[in-house]
């Protein structure tokens, strides 16, 4: 599972970033554009609105698997979520917490 969580964080990574890129290149930083495109009618809403929803029910879903198998730095995943994405925050937090449990299952055996 670990191979493809980390396919997919790379995957959530490349596939947002051509099209904001793609964005930059056209329009700049200019964000009054960009959040007026965002929320553009009912259907861009209802992705944008659901996918805030989506990061803040990982966030409390990442607090609380980091307090649960001790993975350290887990405001990382935060800042990665803010500046990139969910799309590779979440798979990124899965690869990295199953490397977790992975240590420290050997921990128990050992």
Same mark, same amino acid.
């Given at each position: 599972?670990?191979?493809?969580?980390?396919?997919?964080?790379?995957?959530?990574?490349?596939?947002?970033?051509?099209?904001?890129?793609?964005?930059?290149?056209?329009?700049?930083?200019?964000?009054?554009?960009?959040?007026?495109?965002?929320?553009? #009618?009912?259907?861009?809403?209802?992705? /944008?609105?659901?996918? =805030?929803? !989506?990061?803040?029910?990982?966030?409390? $879903? +990442? &607090?609380?698997?980091?307090?649960?198998?001790?993975?350290? #730095?887990?405001?990382?995943?935060?800042? /990665?979520?803010?500046? =990139?994405? !969910?799309?590779?925050?979440?798979?990124? $937090? +899965? &690869?990295?917490?199953?490397?977790?449990?992975?240590?420290?299952?050997?921990?128990?055996?050992?």
């Amino acid at each position: 599972m670990r191979k493809l969580y980390l396919l997919f964080a790379v995957v959530g990574f490349v596939l947002p970033y051509y099209f904001f890129v793609s964005f930059l290149f056209t329009n700049g930083l200019n964000l009054q554009l960009f959040f007026s495109q965002i929320f553009a #009618n009912n259907i861009s809403s209802f992705f /944008a609105v659901d996918l =805030i929803i !989506s990061a803040i029910v990982f966030w409390i $879903f +990442l &607090y609380r698997e980091s307090q649960r198998w001790q993975v350290r #730095n887990w405001w990382v995943y935060i800042v /990665a979520t803010l500046t =990139i994405g !969910s799309s590779f925050a979440l798979p990124l $937090f +899965l &690869y990295f917490r199953e490397a977790r449990i992975g240590a420290l299952a050997s921990e128990t055996r050992d």
